[in-house]
């Protein structure tokens, strides 16, 4: 049963300390998303890939979030440094345009708890 | 600037009635609308799609209407089941881009 997998499921950590999250994508999806679920914003873009090259991250903090995809398997999500405000449910997703409905898989989140 | 807008932040539908869920969106170039619905501490799940030279897409008890004109799509649940009780996106992407634009949400409660 193919899935996004995505950890940690849940993280706490300081002010200022460095958070990495990590999306591995089903295999064959040649795009992969990162996604924050905020109370006010809802589901809000914060970067995507197509065949590992950034394509958008307009939507992230570039003074402080970083993503990558270093091979076809990982994704990551780095903040450094942290802050309260990123406090926050990320979502990973991985899709593929090429036939079927086009849909995104999404992971089921990491929920990250700045202190 | 929120392209995509679910207006109702919340809903509660009795039990077998129909539930309607709304969302706008303003960009024009929009061409492919999902909706997805999400449980407590889950990802989202894919729900159904339309694409813009439709109007309507139906799948079981869930249908998706598109007004172009309008920029508006609404999902429809009939019946409802108490089982729906979920948050419930709408995303939509611009021709050629894939990249999915989500709206706020709207939390359905289904009462039995």
């Known amino acids: 049963d193919a899935r996004v997998t995505q950890t940690p499921r849940h993280k706490v950590t300081e002010m200022g300390q460095e958070v990495t999250m990590r999306c591995q994508p089903i295999?064959?999806?040649?795009?992969v998303f990162w996604y924050r679920q905020t109370m006010m914003q809802g589901l809000e873009l914060l970067a995507y890939?197509?065949?590992?090259?950034?394509?958008?991250d307009s939507g992230m903090p570039k003074d402080r979030f970083s993503a990558e995809m270093p091979d076809a398997t990982l994704a990551t999500l780095k903040i450094q440094p942290s802050e309260p405000r990123d406090s926050a449910v990320y979502f990973c997703a991985s899709g593929s345009r090429q036939g079927g409905t086009g849909e995104l898989f999404f992971g089921e989140g990491s929920r990250l708890t700045v202190l | 600037d929120q392209q995509v807008k679910q207006n109702s932040p919340s809903l509660s539908v009795q039990e077998g009635r129909i539930s309607i869920l709304n969302c706008d969106y303003t960009n024009s170039m929009f061409d492919y609308f999902l909706w997805y619905k999400k449980y407590p501490a889950e990802g989202p799940t894919f729900l159904i799609s339309?694409?813009?030279?439709?109007d309507k897409n139906e799948d079981g008890r869930f249908t998706v209407f598109l007004n172009k004109s309008a920029k508006h799509l609404s999902l429809h649940i009939v019946p409802s089941q108490p089982g729906d009780s979920a948050v419930y996106f709408c995303?939509?992407?611009?021709?050629?881009?894939?990249?999915?634009?989500f709206g706020t949400g709207t939390r359905l409660k289904v009462l039995a």
């Open positions: 295999l064959g999806h040649n795009t």
């Open positions: 890939f197509r065949n590992r090259a950034p394509l958008d």
């Open positions: 995303a939509a992407s611009e021709e050629g881009t894939y990249k999915y634009i």
């Open positions: 339309i694409s813009s030279i439709k």
